[in-house]
């Protein structure tokens, strides 16, 4: 013979979640989701800055090899009077292609080009040389490349040496 109960059920004999359990779920999911996006974020932050630093290197890199192989391409201090240590400018002539840094390859939708010019013309550069010591038959170049990012400039230099005799007859 069956016994009849006539109790409610118990929450352990329930199919279903209470409003509690349910509130629980929504607030674990909603600080797990705030986490990924914030990671997310982040690593687009920090792929860019990796993208600007990437392209000053190279940038302080193809200046220096510019001036070892064609040095006339530049205006340099006369070495002569150039004390020991002291920083001088180097410019760059009328020799020198102001669009070189464009590669040869670039996106043909006009939209995609202008971002890219655009954002290699956010970079700046300056070179020095520096003479350092009174026998020394090379020059010291400093080139630093100049751009800002997250409201602070920031500088990439890139240091090199270049034989005296590379600058012979040069202006």
């Not at 409610?8 to 607030?27: C, H, I």
């Not at 971002?115 to 010291?140: C, K, L």
């Not at 800002?148 to 500088?155: C, D, I, P, S, W």
């Amino acid at each position: 013979m069956k016994r009849r109960t006539d109790r409610p059920r118990t929450r352990a004999n329930s199919p279903g979640f209470t409003l509690v359990e349910m509130l629980g779920a929504l607030a674990v999911a909603a600080v797990a989701a705030f986490i990924v996006i914030s990671l997310f974020s982040w690593s687009l932050v920090l792929g860019q800055e990796s993208r600007r630093q990437s392209m000053a290197a190279g940038m302080a890199s193809e200046l220096l090899t510019r001036m070892h192989r064609a040095p006339d391409e530049f205006v340099w201090p006369d070495l002569d009077r150039l004390s020991v240590g002291e920083h001088v400018p180097v410019e760059a002539s009328d020799a020198f292609e102001a669009d070189a840094g464009l590669p040869a390859a670039m996106p043909t939708v006009d939209r995609l080009r202008d971002a890219e010019i655009a954002f290699r013309e956010a970079f700046q550069w300056e070179a020095f040389a520096r003479r350092p010591g009174e026998d020394a038959n090379y020059v010291e170049l400093t080139v630093a490349v100049h751009w800002e990012a997250q409201g602070r400039e920031r500088v990439y230099t890139l240091t090199s040496a270049l034989p005296v005799q590379r600058l012979g007859d040069s202006p």
